[in-house]
Structure formats: C-alpha cells, structure tokens
C-alpha cells in the first residue's frame, strides 16, 4: 500500500494542474454558475466620423471598469483624443484590403462591419467569456435585462439571439431568419468562436449580399444554427412619435432601442438627450419593468387604465378589454411608406374619438420606486358619453413592488393593478401579482 501512495499524489497533483490550468470560462464551476456582466462581451460598430454625434447613446448603458469590450473605428481618432475613460475602448478596425479582390458590395463598409465580430472575439476569447454581443453605435442596451435574458441559454452551446426588424417588407427584402443589426444581436462563446475561424471562407463566398447582420446571418445558418428570436431587441424601423409602441411594448425584458435619431423624442417637451436620461433614471430603479404594461380598471367611473412602467400612462373614459391595449396605437409612421402590410404586429389607428382617444401621462422626474406620471397637455375632447370626465385628474402614480419581475413565475404572466383617487386631480396605481385565475377585467 505505501508503495502505491507516491503514485496515487501523483495522479491527483496531475489532475489539478490539468483542471486549474484550464481557463476559467471551460471551468465546470463557472459553466453552472449564474452569467453576468461580466460573461459578456461587446462588439460596436462605428467609425471616426460618427463618434461625435453617437457617443451618447452609448455611454448611457456602458459601465467603466465593468463593461467589456470595444468600439470598433475605421481609422485612428485623432480628433477624439485623448479618448475619455468613460467610453468603451476603441480599435482600429483590421486592414481589409485583401478582401478587394471580390468585394462587390453595394454598401464597402460591410466587410468591415460583418468582421467585428471575429476581431473581437480575438481581442477577448479568454477570461470568463460567454455572449458575444454586436450593436451599433446608435443603439442603447438594457443590459441588466439582457443579461437575464442571455441567462435563460446555455452559453455552452451553440446560440444566435436577436430578433427580426419591426417592418415586414424589410424582413421580406433581407430575412426574417436574421437579428437585425441595428437592434444588437448575441452569439454565444462556441458560435463565435466559429465564426472567428471561419470568416474569411464566409466572406469569400457571400459578397453579392447588401448588408453585414444579412452577411453574418448567412455565415450562421451554413454552421446550422437559426435565429433564436427574442422580442426585447428593438430595430426601430419606425419614423416619428414611438410612444404607442412603447405604452404597448411586447410582454418581454427590453434589451435595446435603435435608430433613435430617425424618431421624436421619447417623451413630450423634451429633446432626445433628455429623453434618452429620464429614460435610464427610469432603467436604474427597475430595468426589469421598465416599459411593461399593466392594466387595470376603476370601474365606478368606467375608466380604464393602461400603463407602461417608467414611460407612460393612458388613461380612457370607457372599459375596454385587454386584448384591445394589448396592440400599440399607431402613432409611428412606417420605414418604408406603402408598405403592405406596414409591420410585423397588429396595430390600432389613432383615434379622435373621446372614448378610444386616451389622455395620456408621461413620466416626470423624481427619485424612487414611486413613480409620477403628468399629463403634458389637456386632450382637447369631450368625455367619452356613459362615462366619468377625467378632466381634472393631471397626475397619476406607481407604486411597484420592491422585488425585481420574475419572468419565470406563472409562465411570464403580467402583473395585476388596482387604482385609488387620492385626491381631486391624482389617481394611485399599485401593481402586484395577479391572484389565481384572476380575470382582469
């Protein structure tokens, strides 16, 4: 027996060099424990000459000394040095000019674009590193809310998550199998890994297609994987007012918002970079329900009320039925006019009517869970007939629950609400957990 101990140490040193010596992110401990930040990391596209006018948007979701990843420049940003520590690092995007042999791109930056995320995987594979995440320079992330969602995907895996543009035709004219780039997409660790090897090949043999998310999509679907759709990704292929949008916002966490230069400001009164800060006040008390709607009645006054926590509340003086709020009020425009059929939901037309026209409360200022909503300007109608004016009623708040939304419990299902006056021009809306088998209506 002692003469088989020095051989026993021996293999159970050898297996602890093998096991430490593997890097973290290959760690069965690591693999099993919960993603965080700090599993993902992020690819943006930009360029020197756009920096100045997007850099906003992202530093309203980047977290120095805790985000990981770059921003990717087509050239050295002399004019923005020195570079501010608040901003994600930047590189210079790789030289592509041995790809001009058979780029016959419509759009030249599309190699570029498309190979963002093979130069960033190489710059960050190691670590603890399990999403990959490609975004534009105009796009701002929910990342608390990604990264729950990110959560519910086994990193280990082959994965592609993102989701389609809200434009049909647009999915028609590209794929409705591709994550819209504009939206942000994620690829998990050993996806990206072979697309980082594979590049090259996928770019040699695809450079008749226009864009660099189609380009990518295509690359993907050769290693069999599909999209795995996820409707908190937003591309906002919309113009103008993109509040009924967002008062209706699909039963899902919100990830990311784009294109918010082609549309209004978020809330009335306000402009885009104070709209885009009361948003992310709004996102660091609760990201979980930011944009989630609840609805519920006060039925001695025939009122109905829908509201969407951290933006806004529409408040109607007839009862109408859930699946009815359920679709957002048009009041966008569509990317492509004349488009049939304009989007890929169903969509209700902007009413003048007094009982389908709501009076509508956007989010003030203020701090805490208490959240205020003031209406912005009388609607200008007569009350709905049958019904209780709300003419005086100027302010409305939230109260929410101190706990963050379980996706998981009841199946994802919406949060219930009760409404109190509090007094002559203020109503009280308190969400809560909806009983069992409670009917909202």
Known sequence: ??????????????????????????????????????????????????????????????????????????????????????????????????????????????????????????????????????????????????????????????????????????????????????????????????????????????????????????????LGVPLTHEPGFHQIDFTGDISGLLSAHPHSPLVSLHHLDAVEPLFPSTNRAESLNLLMQAAAVDESRLLQQSICYLKKYNWTLSAAWGYSVELYETILPPSHLYRPRETFAQWMKGASPPYMFNARPVSAGPCDAPRQYFLAPGPGRVTAYRRTSPRGLPGCPGGRSADNVTVIRILSPSKRLDWQQDGGRRECCDVDEVDEDALQVKLRDCGARELLL
């Open 1 to 222: 027996m002692e003469s088989m101990l020095p051989k026993v140490i021996c293999l159970v040193c050898a297996t602890y060099i093998l096991v430490s010596s593997q890097p973290k992110w290959r760690r069965r401990s690591d693999s099993r424990s919960s993603t965080n930040v700090s599993h993902l990391v992020f690819g943006i596209t930009s360029s020197s000459n756009r920096w100045r006018d997007k850099r906003d948007y992202i530093q309203a979701w980047w977290r120095p000394n805790v985000s990981r990843g770059f921003v990717f420049l087509d050239r050295p940003p002399t004019e923005h040095l020195p570079w501010p520590a608040m901003h994600p690092p930047y590189r210079v995007s790789d030289d592509n000019s041995r790809y001009k042999e058979y780029n016959r791109h419509r759009i030249p930056s599309a190699i570029r674009m498309a190979r963002v995320i093979e130069e960033t995987f190489k710059a960050e594979r190691g670590g603890e590193a399990r999403w990959f995440v490609m975004t534009d320079d105009d796009t701002v992330l929910f990342v608390d809310n990604l990264v729950g969602v990110l959560s519910k995907y086994d990193h280990n895996k082959y994965f592609y998550v993102g989701m389609n543009s809200e434009c049909f035709v647009c999915n028609v004219v590209h794929s409705f199998g591709m994550a819209f780039g504009g939206g942000g997409y994620a690829l998990s660790y050993p996806l990206a890994k072979a697309m980082a090897k594979n590049m090259d090949l996928c770019l040699k043999r695809y450079p008749f297609l226009y864009g660099s998310d189609l380009i990518l999509q295509f690359c993907i679907a050769d």
